[in-house]
C-alpha cells in the first residue's frame, strides 16, 4: 500500500511534469505557426489523454506488479496503451478541427513524431510509477520483516529466561522443604524471601532496561535466599560506584552469572567461599565483573562456564547485536565473568 506521503509527493511532481509538458507542447505548436486558439485546445486535449493514460497506468500498476520473468509484459501493455492513446488524440483533433484542412494535414504529417512522444511518456510515468509500487512494497516488506524478527527475539528472549527461572526456583524449593522440619523460621524466611524475589522478577520484562541501582536490589534478594541455602558458606561482596548506579542494563542480567559463580564456586568445597560482584563505568559502558574462586583439580574442565554465560551472551547479543560484551578470564584459581553494558 502507498503511503499518503509517498502519494502526495508523486501527484504534486507529475502535476508539475504535466504542467511542464502542456507548455512545451503549446510552444512547439506556436513554433510551427500554428494559431495560438488551436494550439491550446491541441495541447489541451493531447494532455488530457495523457492524463488519462497515466491514470490508466496507475491502476494497472496497483494491482499487477510484474516480476523480473514476466516485466516483457507490462512493456508491451504500455506500448499498446501508447498507440491507443495517439489513436484518441488524433481521432479527436480531427473531429475537432474538421473544417480546417491546413490543420488536419498538419495532424496528419505529425502523427509519427506524436506517436514517438506518446511512447516515450508512456514509458517514462511506467517506469516511475513501477517504481513508485516497488519501492512502497520494499518498504512495506521490511517492515515486516523486521516485525517478525523482533518477534522471534522477544521470543528467544522469553524462552532463555523461561530456562533460567525454574532451575534457580526449584533448588529454593527444595531447600524449603530441607528446611521446614528441622529449621521451619528459616524456611519461614525463605519463603519470604522468595515470594519478594519473584514480586519483581514477574512484573518486569525481558526487554525492560533498568538502573543498576534496581538491578543490585534485586540481585541483593536473590543473594538473600541463596545464604539460606548455604548457610555460612556463602559470603558476598558487592562493590559499585555511586555514580555507575543510575547506568542501564537489561533486568535481570546480573542474577545467572552469580548464580554461575555460585554452581561453580560452592559446589565442590565445604569451606567458605567469597563470590565478588563489582560494578563500574567509563567511556559510556557500564562493566560489571563477578569473580568466583574455584579448584582445577575439583572443578569440571569448563570451569565457571555453562547455561548461565551462553544465555547472557545470547541475550545481549539479540539486544545490542555485538558478541563482545561477555568475557571471561581466569587468574590465581580466581574465575572471572565481566560483562560490558553499552550506554545507548
Not at 491546413?102 to 502523427?111: A, P
Amino acid at each position: 500500500m502507498i503511503q499518503g506521503l509517498t502519494l502526495k509527493r508523486v501527484i504534486f511532481a507529475y502535476t508539475n511534469f504535466w504542467v511542464v509538458w502542456l507548455l512545451i507542447h503549446f510552444y512547439v505548436l506556436i513554433d510551427f505557426n500554428i494559431p495560438i486558439e488551436i494550439a491550446i485546445i491541441d495541447a489541451l486535449i493531447s494532455q488530457f489523454f495523457f492524463l488519462l493514460v497515466s491514470g490508466i497506468l496507475f491502476v494497472t500498476l496497483k494491482y499487477y506488479q510484474p516480476t523480473e520473468g514476466n516485466f516483457f509484459y507490462l512493456r508491451i501493455w504500455s506500448f499498446l496503451i501508447a498507440i491507443g492513446a495517439t489513436a484518441a488524440i488524433y481521432e479527436t483533433l480531427k473531429v475537432w478541427f474538421e473544417p480546417n484542412l491546413v490543420y488536419i494535414e498538419f495532424l496528419s504529417d505529425s502523427l509519427i513524431i506524436r506517436f514517438l512522444f506518446q511512447v516515450v511518456l508512456v514509458g517514462m510515468v511506467t517506469v516511475l510509477l513501477w517504481l513508485m509500487y516497488f519501492t512502497s512494497l520494499d518498504k512495506s516488506l521490511n517492515e515486516r520483516r523486521k516485525r517478525l524478527e523482533d518477534a522471534a527475539k522477544e521470543a528467544e528472549l522469553y524462552n532463555l529466561r523461561q530456562q533460567l527461572q525454574p532451575h534457580f526456583l526449584f533448588n529454593s524449593l527444595n531447600s524449603i522443604s530441607a528446611l521446614a522440619g528441622s529449621k521451619p523460621e528459616l524456611a519461614r524466611t525463605m519463603v519470604q524471601q522468595l515470594s519478594e524475589f519473584l514480586r519483581h522478577t514477574l512484573k518486569k520484562d525481558e526487554k525492560q532496561l533498568v538502573s543498576l541501582k534496581d538491578e543490585l536490589y534485586q540481585l541483593n534478594l536473590y543473594l538473600q535466599i541463596e545464604k539460606v541455602r548455604f548457610g555460612h558458606r556463602l559470603l558476598t561482596s558487592v562493590q559499585t560506584n555511586p555514580n555507575c548506579e543510575t547506568l542501564l542494563l537489561p533486568v535481570l542480567v546480573l542474577q545467572p552469572l552469580v548464580e554461575n559463580a555460585i554452581k561453580f564456586g560452592l559446589y565442590d568445597t565445604l569451606f567458605e567461599v567469597l563470590i565478588s560482584v563489582n560494578a563500574s563505568c567509563k567511556e559510556g559502558k557500564l562493566i560489571v565483573e563477578i569473580t568466583n574462586p574455584f579448584d582445577p583439580a575439583t572443578s569440571q574442565a569448563a570451569a565457571g562456564t555453562g547455561f548461565g554465560l551462553d544465555s547472557i551472551n545470547r541475550r545481549l547479543y539479540l539486544l545490542y547485536a555485538r558478541n563482545d560484551l561477555v568475557e571471561t578470564f581466569i587468574k590465581d584459581n580466581l574465575f572471572t565473568a565481566r560483562i560490558t553494558i553499552p550506554q545507548l
